[in-house]
């Protein structure tokens, strides 16, 4: 590797941090400027003092988006689950900017004085900070629309420009580049699944070179189509060798002191490493951590939702709902009509799905396949499938055949984003963590849907269920909701 290839790869985060932050002052200050634009075509900037007036403005409304960014972690290396958390933070960092600046503001005015007449101590050092300097006059020509206009640029455009900066990221890593070379330690049942998260997500920046076994017989083998390079007594030379950076220690049912003699050997010879936990579904929950005494106790945080998260939860649902069903209307006839010349029989295909709770429902769908073949058969997995028809291939490549489902929402069976709705007799095999997606109602999409693992079953996405479940909420419905949109436009919809 060259010398630029060795420091792009030890330095790969720091540089994207960095090159990140001049992306958003680059985005920050042409949201204020689009923000000054739209102000001056709605009539509520002042033409006479132009641009001048709302430099100094700009400048400190950068500033104080920048550090909002850095406080809600949005220049952390590590990333959630499909940058769900990262989406989040941009909203929240907005609106605390937004109440942040107009505070500083006021403080910075001339206008902000004391009983005596003089300027407060405060506003003094403000100005010296920052090197402000505004007067009466000129801060009562700020335009308030134009500012709140600004803010509200701001939140779409970096938001669609961390979008474009994740997606640019990920195609980087896809290409081998800024990757991190680990190893999984242990070859047994979770060893396995992490190398297929690595495979199945190969945007999270992880080179996995090989399997450390702990049985010395199995160095040379292959696991899983990948080698196994060594046993514990060679860790160090392996790391060494392969220039590896993390391990992931999979061995979760193993005694804890020789657990902990691993991470003691990683520490000694100074690789990073991370675990996969015992009770690893209890910790991917909302949990706290007690203490009796010296002894740590697991306890799960507080699932029942507040009065006003599930108002916000079903209003949403209820006017998108509304919104598409009469707006679709036309869609319908014409989708119905297609369908029944193309294949006899109801252009609906409506099956029992269960809900939350365990209440049964009636799931409408778009009938996508010949009447003879639908049913409870398993989904096609190509959209060449025969028992697919021409108009039906259509309808699954953009989603179109979910359409009927929103008549599922309006009538509150089920949400716009949840968990997808089972057949009964999968559910009927739940165990207790399966059961866990009856907590809340089925959605049309969620997290699965927009993630690398839609091509799989269902009931083999527990993950992403469970971490929506933990974490939902009125921002995160609507972030989905919009990924959802860019995923449908694509054409990445089911076979």
Not at 22 to 36: N, P, R, T
Not at 131 to 158: C, K, M, N, W, Y
Not at 260 to 273: A, D, H, K, P, T
Request: with cysteine.
């Amino acid at each position: 590797m060259t010398t630029l290839g060795n420091f792009l790869r030890r330095n790969f985060e720091p540089l994207i941090l960095s090159a990140q932050v001049f992306v958003d002052l680059g985005v920050l200050l042409l949201s204020c400027w689009l923000g000054y634009m739209v102000g001056w075509y709605l009539g509520s900037v002042d033409l006479d003092h132009g641009l001048d007036v709302y430099r100094q403005v700009w400048a400190l409304m950068s500033a104080v988006c920048l550090v909002s960014f850095h406080a809600f972690g949005m220049y952390r290396p590590t990333k959630s689950l499909l940058n769900m958390e990262e989406y989040k933070a941009i909203a929240k960092a907005t609106v605390v900017s937004f109440f942040v600046f107009w505070t500083l503001l006021i403080l910075l005015s001339k206008a902000n004085r004391g009983a005596d007449g003089t300027p407060i101590e405060v506003v003094i050092w403000l100005h010296d900070f920052v090197d402000l300097e505004f007067d009466p006059v000129r801060t009562e020509q700020f335009s308030r629309v134009t500012i709140v206009i600004s803010f509200a640029v701001i939140l779409v455009l970096t938001t669609g420009s961390r979008f474009l900066s994740f997606k640019y990221i990920q195609s980087l890593h896809m290409r081998g580049i800024g990757n991190r070379n680990v190893l999984i330690f242990g070859t047994g049942e979770w060893g396995k699944k992490l190398r297929s998260k690595f495979m199945l997500v190969p945007t999270l920046g992880l080179n996995l070179v090989g399997f450390i076994s702990e049985e010395e017989e199995e160095v040379g083998q292959v696991v899983d189509r990948v080698p196994v390079l060594g046993s514990r007594e060679g860790l160090g030379a392996v790391v060494g060798l392969y220039k590896v950076s993390e391990i992931f220690i999979a061995l979760p049912d193993k005694d804890e002191n020789e657990v902990m003699e691993i991470l003691s050997e990683c520490e000694r010879i100074g690789v990073r490493y991370h675990v996969v936990p015992r009770f690893y579904h209890l910790l991917s929950y909302k949990i706290r951590i007690q203490n009796v005494d010296s002894i740590p106790l697991i306890t799960r945080a507080d699932r029942s939702r507040s009065l006003p998260a599930a108002f916000a939860k079903r209003l949403l649902d209820l006017s998108v709902s509304s919104f598409v069903l009469l707006l679709g209307l036309p869609l319908f006839v014409v989708f119905s009509f297609l369908i029944r010349k193309e294949s006899p029989g109801s252009a609906f295909f409506i099956q029992e799905r269960v809900g939350r709770d365990g209440k049964i429902f009636r799931m409408f769908k778009f009938r996508t396949m010949h009447s003879s073949a639908s049913g409870d058969a398993p989904t096609p997995d190509s959209p060449y499938d025969p028992r697919i028809t021409k108009i039906g291939r259509y309808l699954r490549r953009y989603s179109l055949d979910e359409l009927p489902q929103f008549i599922n929402v309006f009538k509150g069976e089920m949400s716009l984003v949840g968990p997808r709705p089972e057949m009964r007799f999968i559910v009927e095999e739940y165990g207790a963590v399966e059961r866990e997606r009856l907590r809340v109602k089925p959605g049309i999409t969620g997290l699965w849907q927009i993630s690398f693992a839609r091509q799989n079953q269902i009931h083999d996405n527990l993950d992403y269920d469970l971490y929506y479940i933990e974490h939902q909420s009125f921002l995160l419905d609507v972030v989905i909701c919009a990924l959802t949109g860019f995923a449908v436009v694509k054409g990445t919809g089911a076979f």
